[in-house]
């Protein structure tokens, strides 16, 4: 079925969803249209019997002259055998043929012989043996997979149980196990898969869907997805190996050229997704500088009209729908377990694999019988700056340049021509800072003394503090910010800003400069590794002692505070006045460790005299200066 005509001045100011609204299927038709099977449907071998059989019915119609009876059909016979094709059949079948073919219009679909009704079409069990049979056939349809074999054991046993303890009168007959496979495999190839796999599958594979309806334009659909390279790569100053990286894709429907990516080591994020929506619309200028071996331009850039994307979380994300926005991407939403609707982005993942990947060591299999004794981890050879080299020399000087299996287009030439007609949105200059901070990650902070505090950083400015100045007294100097963050660049952040309606731009107060182009997951990391780096300096058994014996002596002092009488304690903080004691090293004359209270116990001080202590010393220390 053709796609109609578009016209563009049309399409660029709708609805997204008028026109994109399940743009790859077709409306199922109310009443199918079903037409007789003509002659030609037929094998050769049923078309030469239909032949045949005409030729017996137009014989005898010219040499009858009176009806077709047995007598006059059969006084013909011998000279019929001498002019048409042997076995001669018997004259009730030639009247049969005849009657059959003037009943429906002298049609030759008349004479095919019915072969599809021949054989016993009744069952051989009586309608109480044949529940069993029902039941064996209904636990094998069963998403735990049986075996037919084991079905039949199980329903074997099932009928001798019953037999043995049955008279000989009502003995269930038993199906032989050839019989019981027939009756297996004719069930309902649908309900088959749907009991065994599950209806999710069954529909995948027997539903019918209606056909991919292409874009008219560059960027009109780009399609975007993630997957997990089949692929173990190495660090680049370590080599030792860092796991499997994931890949984030955008495909432009209309040329199938590759518009953008972002490679890291991540699960699928809204981050990824922004990387890879920024690599889509920047040019590509990065390729002639860092990789001068690459033969071709990498032309696609600009900005998508609608991206279609699967129910993935990162799609769902707050962040995404306000920076698409924002910056008038439209957003179309596959239905959920449909990926043929994407089939482009699908198809590449799947190039990419057995093209690129396959002569790499350190591949992985998805089946475990492929993988066979291959390991790899330990045969991972390819360090991740390498194989990010590799992955732009095979985009850009083999998939956009070769034409795919069917020989029916050369992605880099219908860019070329769908630029020609239409060429997408481009976004220079300003713009682009712009669009950086639209698609930066969205977030609420609180604004206090000190700035905006974030990940274990402080963003600080002179304009954000003179704004706080102005904070209402109810707020007590705090107020929460929207602020909107770069993931590839911490050094600073945008903080919005109600009484004027603007994005400030607020740097990091990092005197050192190592936030300087350092990306947030970086950062993250290296704080979590600080964090495992003092916690492995701890020595938690010392620390765990040394508190317990200060929880410990506490207690002790209390308990012996506790049975010092309320004078004596007023004696000795005046004692402890005068000998000066604190943390700060004192010189005591006296070298006895006895503490001062068995000291004075030992001098047998009686409590008029330390009375009269507390009146002297009062007295003699009151007019004493202080320094």
Not at 53 to 61: D, G, P, T
Request: proline share 5%; net charge neutral; aromatic share 12%.
């Amino acid at each position: 079925m053709c796609a109609q005509q578009i016209n563009l001045s049309d399409t660029l100011f709708e609805d997204e969803f008028a026109q994109l609204e399940m743009p790859y299927e077709g409306d199922t038709v109310s009443s199918p249209i079903a037409l007789d099977a003509v002659f030609d449907c037929y094998s050769s071998d049923l078309r030469n019997e239909a032949l045949r059989r005409l030729s017996y019915i137009e014989w005898f119609e010219r040499n009858l002259s009176a009806g077709w009876t047995k007598n006059n059909i059969n006084a013909l016979m011998d000279d019929a055998s001498k002019y048409l094709e042997e076995p001669l059949p018997n004259w009730r079948t030639i009247v049969h043929w005849r009657q059959r073919y003037y009943q429906q219009g002298k049609k030759l679909v008349a004479l095919i012989p019915r072969t599809n009704g021949k054989g016993n079409r009744s069952k051989r069990l009586d309608s109480r043996d044949e529940i069993f049979v029902k039941e064996a056939i209904s636990s094998f349809l069963d998403k735990k997979k049986p075996t037919i074999a084991k079905a039949y054991k199980n329903y074997k046993d099932k009928i001798c149980v019953l037999n043995f303890t049955n008279d000989s009168s009502s003995q269930i007959k038993l199906l032989s196990y050839n019989s019981f496979y027939k009756r297996v495999l004719q069930s309902d190839i649908y309900k088959y898969v749907c009991a065994r796999d599950g209806k999710y599958k069954a529909d995948v594979e027997f539903n019918s869907y209606g056909a991919y309806i292409p874009p008219s334009y560059v960027m009109e659909r780009v399609q975007i997805d993630h997957t997990t390279l089949d692929l173990v790569l190495l660090h680049d100053e370590l080599l030792v190996p860092i796991g499997r990286p994931s890949i984030t894709v955008l495909l432009d429907a209309y040329s199938h050229c590759i518009v953008g990516f972002n490679l890291n080591f991540r699960q699928p994020s809204y981050e990824s997704v922004r990387n890879a929506l920024l690599n889509t619309i920047y040019p590509k200028g990065y390729i002639a500088q860092n990789y001068p071996d690459i033969q071709h331009e990498w032309p696609c850039c600009g900005k998508p009209h609608t991206l279609v994307v699967d129910n993935g979380v990162e799609f769902w994300s707050t962040s995404l729908e306000h920076a698409c926005k924002d910056a008038n991407i439209n957003i179309q939403y596959n239905p959920v377990r449909k990926p043929w609707l994407k089939p482009l982005i699908e198809r590449f993942f799947g190039i990419l694999n057995g093209d690129l990947l396959s002569s790499i060591p350190g591949k992985t299999f998805s089946n475990i019988l492929e993988k066979g004794d291959y390991d790899s981890y330990k045969e991972a050879g390819m360090r991740f700056s390498v194989f990010l080299e590799l992955f732009h020399h095979w985009i850009i000087d083999i998939y956009h340049q070769d034409a795919d299996s069917r020989q029916r287009y050369i992605p880099i030439l219908s860019w070329v021509k769908g630029c020609n007609k239409l060429p997408p949105p481009e976004i220079i200059g300003e713009d682009l800072e712009e669009l950086n901070i639209k698609l930066g990650m969205s977030f609420w902070a609180t604004h206090r003394k000190g700035g905006v505090y974030k990940n274990h950083l402080r963003y600080e400015s002179n304009e954000l503090a003179a704004y706080r100045m102005h904070y209402p007294a109810s707020t007590k100097g705090r107020r929460k910010v929207l602020v909107k963050l770069n993931p590839q660049d911490i050094s600073y952040i945008y903080v919005l800003i109600d009484e004027i309606g603007k994005l400030i731009r607020v740097p990091c107060i990092d005197p050192t400069g190592e936030t300087q182009g350092l990306s947030l997951d970086a950062h993250l990391i290296s704080v979590k590794l600080h964090r495992d780096y003092i916690g492995s300096k701890i020595d938690v058994i010392s620390l765990s002692k040394s508190r317990l014996y200060i929880n410990q002596r506490i207690e002790r002092e209390l308990d012996y505070v506790k049975n010092a009488s309320r004078n004596k304690m007023k004696a000795l903080n005046k004692i402890a006045k005068f000998q000066g004691m604190g943390s700060q090293p004192v010189e005591i004359s006296n070298t006895d460790s006895v503490p001062y209270v068995q000291q004075l116990e030992k001098l047998a001080i009686n409590e008029s005299a330390i009375t009269n202590l507390e009146d002297d010393w009062d007295g003699f220390t009151s007019g004493l200066e202080p320094y």
